[in-house]
């Protein structure tokens, strides 16, 4: 009995300390990195009643027979599997996923180790934990002596104190390399020579403007051909330009080269009309519309004549107008490049004596000094002349003197009008019919006169005599002899038998009767109106284009000479008399066949240097007939002019000349200019750092050169309000004007001086850069104080498509000093250092710590355990590495108790406790009945 008192005693003892451990681990369910203890029980040893036989014979083996003496306890263990992690967000605190503690030193020097990462970084900037002050191990970084980096390295090395002082500042580096990217547009405009005017407009020494054409061709980006072109010339010059990568002329070249042309000074001679030439035109063509083209009689197109300085290069036409539908009555030119020149009608005008203006009227009198007799004949009329004499001692107004003429012309048949022009002050005789078979013939008779006066007098000069002809049309017209008719009866001497013919072709029958149907007959007595009325009326019968008509012949008021004239002028119009009867002569007209023709239309045209006269055919112009010829403008007149082409040095391209001007005498320039042209340009800015950390914005910027061979040249640029930038401003040994408002070349100046290989050139395969064949040499720069930056151009990722712009430099490796801002945990326990200066940079890494037998530590207190002969040594080596686990930043790793578990692990071990207690009282009770069997 008393066993079971014992066996129930140590059972609750064993109870007993199973709940203190569940209760620990309750009390540590919220406890970071607790690990929760278990118990495990054993039993003791066993009081032996039998033991175990074998069987032998008939008998079968018997089994030991044996009282347990209670329970003992085995072990309490610590369960060190992974606990959650909880995220905190605090940069130090760190969790460890996977096997491992953390080493922190005592203030004693002793190790101790923990799962607990709730660290901070202290006063003195030792990394410890939070709440015991202890410092955190592992290794601090160190620096290459040869490339200034930090690197950790944790070979053969002993873990220390996490001191981060040394590492509060970030240095500053200085720039070595920047890196592009993205895209240039292949679509972009490129570099070419731009000129404002492409051709030299110029007035030449005779006044007349010339015009110089100017043609460039690319050959790249720095080379390009010129050639000048003469509309009428054609070529007369070529030459080429070579320009460096800032537009500037550095070669110009011309041929042929000007006599004194130089490399320097390059010109060409260029006569602006050619050798001298007259103006020239070809022979007039008729049109094969024309309406009688192929009649060979179609008229005549006298030579033209020309007047250079007016006649310019073109084709030009004779234009038919007019009239009625089968006959022109007029033209007009028209010429391709001036357009409408003139125009002229076609018919005739009468023959016209002319004199000068007559001083002897000046009083509105005229007194000759001495006797004064001419002649006038008019060739037409059968030539006739009138004598016509002043005398002297009388007074003759100009009125007079008109009529005085007009008097004698008429009493001798002269078929023509005397008249004074008022406004010329001059005498004109004028043909009464027009045609160029028309003319008069004055002739001074008074040399016969003693004391004979002279014609000067009324501005007549007949030293040789005054003919004077008509011009052009005129109609058919046939005169009988003068005198026939007297004004009274004529009788015929026998029948009267003649044909009228036109030169269409119709004919009439004249009969005219000798004598009545009386018997015996008698002779008929006509009048002149009967003789007309009967010829007029077979004319008018038989469709004729004439008409009869009767004049007085002496002027002595009886009509007494017949005229038939035809209907219509020019040289193909005819009347034809053809005599039947013989005695033609009772008329006045002779027997046979007699024709006359009428004079062709004619025009002489004289506008705008051109000089010809139409002259009418058989066959007439109709309208919209017309005629072609071409001209060609003189040349040669003008002087050879230097044509200067664009001089070296300069960044303009010219072309220009100096020419006397026709009028003033004084020298004039023209000329042209332009530039060789900017192509499209893309910029981007970059910061970059000295050695000392001082900032400079660097810009790029690209500009398209040649589209053919893809190339695009660079620059690198200081921005303009880099103090670098002010301070060679306002050096006055730089000759900067006005430092304040510097231009352009001063920029370019300052960059050249402070910026070594600051230009280079990219070349592209398609659409990616073409390495082999670019140039991009790395620049050099030394800021005030600094040392020589030299920084690399990274070009690899720059492409060349028909797209947007977007290159940019996205990156660069230099920066400014910094000072430490936040630290945070990498998963390989490297510490990283955030610096106001954007940079991070590793500065430590804590160690881990692992064991044989983890469970094997003792714990201390504090979350930490201490090294125990059982757990083994500790192995420290990186997180990562090996059996160590990593680092979880802004996490905390929480208790690994469960709190479910724990409570009922608790009530089985209350429940094992109270059937415990029951043994004692059981065996008491028990022991107290055995006591009461005495009584």
Known sequence: MLRSLYTGVSGLKNFQTEMDVISNNIANVSTTAYKRSRVSF??????????????????????????????????????????????????????????????????????????????????????????????????????????????????????????????????????????YSCNLDAGSEERDVALGEDTLNFHDSTGKSQELSFKFKKIDANHWIWSAYDDTEGHVATGSLTCDDDGLIINSTVDPQGALSTAGNPYFTYDPDGDPQPAMVTSPTPN?????????????????????????????QVIFDGGDPDHASSYRVVGSERGFIGSGTLGGSPARIEGTAVVSLSSGVWAPTNDTQF??????????????????????????????????????????????????????????????????????????????????????????????????????????????????????????SFTVQDSTGNTAIVNIKQNDTAVPPQPIAYNSSTILAEINTAIKQNGLEATASLLDSDNDGVLDQLKIVGGDSGSGEYIKISSISNNMADIGLVNGVTTVHGTAASSTFNYGGINFTLTEGDDVWSPNDSYSFSTTAAKGEANSVKIYVPQPNQNVVSFKTNVVDAVLGTEKEYKIEGAVSQGALHSTSITIYDSLGAPHSIVTTWEHMDGKTMEWKYSISYEENDPEIIKWMQDPMNNVADWTKPTDNDYKRANDALITNRTGSMFFNGGTINSGKSQVPSFSITPTGSATLTVALKTDLITQYDSAFTTKAEHQDGYEMGLLEDVYFEEDGTIRGVYSNGQKQPIAMVAIATFNNPCGLEAEGSNMYSYSPNSGLAVIRRPGVGSAGIIKSGCLEMSNVDISEEFTNMIVTQRAFQANSRIITTSDEMLQELVNLKR
């Open 288 to 316: 094969a519309s024309n309406t009688n083209y192929n009649s060979g009689l179609a008229g005549d197109f006298s030579s033209i004549q020309l007047t250079d300085d007016q006649i310019v290069t073109e084709d030009i």
């Open 375 to 496: 002649t006038i004949t008019d060739g037409f009329s059968g030539t006739t002349t009138a004598n016509i004499t002043f005398l002297s001692g009388n007074t003759y107004t100009a009125s007079k003197v008109a009529a005085d003429i007009n008097t004698a012309m008429a009493a001798a048949g002269v078929r023509a009008t005397a008249y004074f022009d008022s406004t010329l002050g001059k005498f004109q005789i004028v043909s009464n019919d027009s045609g160029s078979n028309r003319n008069l013939t004055l002739v001074d008779t008074s040399a016969a006169i003693p004391s004979a006066g002279s014609l000067d007098e009324l501005g007549l000069d007949t030293v040789v005599g005054i003919t004077a002809n008509g011009i052009g049309a005129s109609k058919a017209e046939l005169l009988g002899t003068p005198g026939t008719f007297t004004g009274g009866t004529m009788t015929l001497s026998a029948d009267l």
């Open 42 to 179: 054993e039993t003791m040893f066993s009081e032996t009643i039998r033991h175990g036989q074998q069987a032998f014979g008939d008998y079968g083996g018997l089994n030991p027979m044996q009282v347990g003496l209670g329970t003992a306890m085995a072990s309490i263990d610590t369960l060190m599997d992974q606990g959650p992690t909880e995220t905190t967000g605090k940069n130090t605190d760190i969790a460890i996923e996977g096997d491992g503690f953390l080493v922190v030193r005592g203030y004693d020097g002793t190790n101790y180790y923990t799962r607990d990462g709730n660290l901070n970084i202290g006063t003195n900037y030792d990394l410890v934990m939070t709440n015991t002050g202890f410092k955190a191990q592992g290794w601090l970084a160190k620096q290459d002596p040869v490339t200034g980096n930090l690197s950790i390295s944790d070979s053969g090395i002993v873990p220390e104190n996490l001191n981060l002082a040394t590492f509060l500042k970030k240095h500053a580096k200085q720039t070595n390399n920047i890196t």
